[in-house]
């Protein structure tokens, strides 16, 4: 049985039904098998692993690093409750974690956790890379930058790691898990840049990125263009989800490289199906069309609020008619649309949910059910780093910590109808899945 120094783990989370390629995992793989560090992915949801199947493992290979990936807030304590296992089986080597989550709330995580040696703050290549040369050369580890760890009942925060300035320069992610990925969703992941450009206050993608360095970068068109040749040629890929968390980037030379891009693509001759995610002020006819043209099937749609008064408190820096006229640009080239909605905020009133209201309705007499998703009775989620979350504290709103948090609405009477709403909603949803079978959110644009 083949040996590893470093396992990399997605851990458990009840909350992640679809079956993606985790890439930041990907990444550092890349990076440790360019010094070469022999790694193994474990990543427990896509595999459908039990602890116990994970912590065998384990024992049986010994690595002496461990690198446990926190993607959701929402799942951290089954995260964590994981990483107690691993440590109170006999684990005796070294645990790291990382990701947005724990970088924002390392203090809270490593009080629940002790057992957790260090927390990777920011992007964790350089960082983890560094961590895994130092431990398997039995070197001192406690002075690279970028980590944060224990010495007794005290929290050491190193230095700050700036981030990679050039994408073009790192290696492509490594591809361990595609095969059953592409077996379970039908679709390839891959990433062309990092951060967003937006200030929303409800997010946490530009703090997490703007405290390190630039808070969006992008990869060239040459470089994105020879991934996807790979994933294309190498492992017959026909679907990519471009996980960019903005894939446009505004006006100017953003715009001109989403232009390029998809004409790159045209060029080649690749036959592809894909999909992105982009604010509303990004959506243009002349540009979606020419993506269209290229592959492009579905888009996931910022949109959060058919009110203006919610917009402006959201710094979403757009109008109630950009949103309507994104969607119809969206709706009249025929294209699936996963809309990002918040139905309630902590602050909304009766008006402004009635405007809400009003603006889904009228999306889905536009669009129609077959080409519209969105989750009708979302409600703003504080999460660590945003904006928002460090607003509701200072005002008293929030309840508990990043772990196990709640809050309550301005309004009492809204607030008893979000928990009504929301109930009824799950409710009927669990009965649609138990007895008619569930399904992954907004598929239909996956070439089979």
Known sequence: MEQYDVFLI???????????????LAYIAAFLRKENISVKILDMPLYDLFPDDVIYDIKQNKPKLIGVSIPFQDSAIEALRFIKRIKETGYKGHLSVGGIYPTFSYDEIMMECPQIDTVILG?????????????????????????????????????????????????????DTLPIVILKSGFASILTSRGCYGRCSFCSVGPFFSQFGQKYRQRSVENVIDEIKILYERYNVRNLFFNDAEFVGGKGKSYERAYRLA?????????????????????????????KKAGLRRVFLGVESGSQTVLDRFKKDVKVEDNANALKILNDLDLYISMGFIM?????????????????????????????????????????????????????LYKGNSLNYNYEFDDKAIGFIYKLSHGVF?????????????????????KR
């Open 10 to 24: 997605n851990p458990p989370s009840s909350s992640m039904k679809d079956k993606y390629e985790h890439l930041g």
């Open 426 to 446: 799950n409710l009927v949803g669990n009965l649609k899945s138990r007895f008619k079978g569930s399904s992954e959110s907004n598929t239909k644009w996956i």
């Open 344 to 396: 309630f905020d902590p602050h909304i009133n009766f008006k402004e949910l009635s405007e809400n209201i009003s603006f889904i309705n009228n999306a889905v007499k536009l669009i129609g059910k077959e080409r519209l998703d969105y989750y009708p009775v979302s409600r703003l989620l504080p999460l660590a780093g945003a904006e928002v979350e460090r607003e509701m504290k200072e005002k008293g």
């Open 263 to 291: 004409e790159e693509i045209i060029r080649s001759g690749m036959n592809i199906n894909f999909s992105i995610q982009c604010r509303v002020n990004d959506v243009d006819q002349e540009l979606f069309s020419i993506l």
């Open 123 to 175: 992007e964790g290549e350089l960082t983890f890379t560094e961590l895994a040369k130092k431990i398997l050369n039995d070197e001192e580890w406690k002075n690279i930058e970028g980590i944060v760890y224990k010495d007794g009942d005290t929290l050491n925060v190193n230095d700050k790691r700036p981030l990679i300035d050039d994408l073009d320069s790192m290696p492509y992610p490594e591809r």
